[in-house]
């Protein structure tokens, strides 16, 4: 089971199909499906010896908002998952999260400390429990500060780097911007740069593997659904789409064509829509919700689904439960093994 991600994807679905998805939006979150296994730097943070920067920090946020501290913020609160794993990935353990129990079901790339204080849900976070984490910095998903959470936060004196989430344009480049900014705004950068070398060379390391495999096509489509009434909705990650990028690092190539949204580069189309891509090869978002209707079991029972040349040869692959697709270069190592692990093995 899944969920539109972001408020700036609400136009590209009902209100009522958004809400019945949970892996975030309006999100739900209670599944136990973490199959993906937790994924680390090459050094550990209890073996980290980069260094943590006390000098005072001066940075530009998406929204073009100076953002000046007396030292690096260490008291930071996370109000958007991706922010939580690029946290964690730094070494630099969060606050207080929004929606914790989520980041613990759907992102595997970190692991979350049990006590942690949750803030609540990540559309309307309670300002009161922010404060009581008593801030230096809270990182919140925006496309401009005239949100309330923003507001209210920055009436307290707390300062607030805002974050749009996205760029279709160059998505892998935004992802790894957004770590260097948030390892910036916490003193992390030696260790940042650390994390990213790892990343590139996961991918130099991926890409190679695949080259040196024998693939029928190097075409592809990834995308996740959910069960809206009886029929199946399917979101393609499109152009601009951090997994869809991923995958064309690795010199495969996304045929997705269809309309997305110039953000995060996600569609919406129904089985027969995903039945006209050709031959290309099949990787969806792997989930395990007992609370609702697994949307691939309702794709099994479909006889268009049933002759997509992808279904009938048997390359159709499902990605580890618990890869988050908006996540940071943990996540994004993370899908590099889940495309070799299915091409190759």
Do not use: H
Not at 103 to 112: H, M, Q, S, Y
Not at 167 to 184: L, R
Not at 188 to 217: G, H, I, W
Request: aromatic share 8%.
């Amino acid at each position: 089971m899944t969920t539109l991600p972001r408020k700036s994807l609400v136009a590209l679905a009902s209100a009522t199909a958004i809400c019945s998805l949970a892996l975030a939006g309006c999100g739900t979150t209670d599944t136990e499906a973490q199959d993906a296994e937790t994924s680390t730097a090459s050094t550990s943070c209890a073996d980290d010896s980069t260094a943590t920067s006390e000098d005072p920090v001066t940075l530009t946020d998406d929204t073009g908002e100076e953002i000046s501290l007396d030292k690096p913020a260490a008291k930071v609160v996370s109000l958007e998952w991706q922010y939580t794993e690029d946290l964690l990935s730094l070494c630099v353990n969060p606050a207080a999260v929004a929606d914790a129990k989520g980041f613990t079901t759907w992102d595997t790339a970190e692991k979350l400390p049990e006590d942690t204080t949750d803030v609540g849900t990540r559309q309307e976070p309670n300002v009161e429990t922010i404060l009581s984490a008593d801030p230096d910095l809270v990182i919140i998903e925006a496309t401009s500060r005239d949100d309330k959470i923003s507001k209210r936060l920055e009436e307290q004196d707390i300062p607030v780097m805002a974050m749009t989430g996205a760029d279709g344009k160059d998505p892998v480049k935004y992802m790894k911007d957004t770590f260097s900014t948030v390892a910036e705004a916490t003193g992390r950068t030696e260790r940042a740069e650390s994390v990213l070398a790892d990343f590139d060379t996961k991918v130099e390391e991926s890409k190679k593997a695949l080259a040196d495999a024998d693939l029928p096509t190097k075409d592809f489509v990834y995308f996740d659904g959910w069960v809206n009434g009886s029929n199946v909705a399917i979101r393609p990650f499109g152009q601009g789409s951090l997994f869809g990028e991923l995958g064309e690092e690795l010199g495969l190539n996304n045929v997705w064509d269809g309309e997305v949204d110039p953000a995060y580069g996600l569609g919406q189309t129904d089985i027969e829509g995903i039945s006209k891509v050709g031959d290309a090869n099949f990787f969806y978002t792997g989930t395990e919700d007992p609370e609702s209707e697994d949307y691939v079991e309702l794709l099994k029972k479909n006889d268009i689904w049933a002759n997509i040349p992808a279904v009938k040869d048997d390359r159709t692959y499902a990605f580890p439960a618990g890869i988050w697709t908006f996540g940071g270069p943990k996540s994004s190592e993370q899908a590099l093994d889940a495309y070799v692990d299915a091409l190759t093995k």
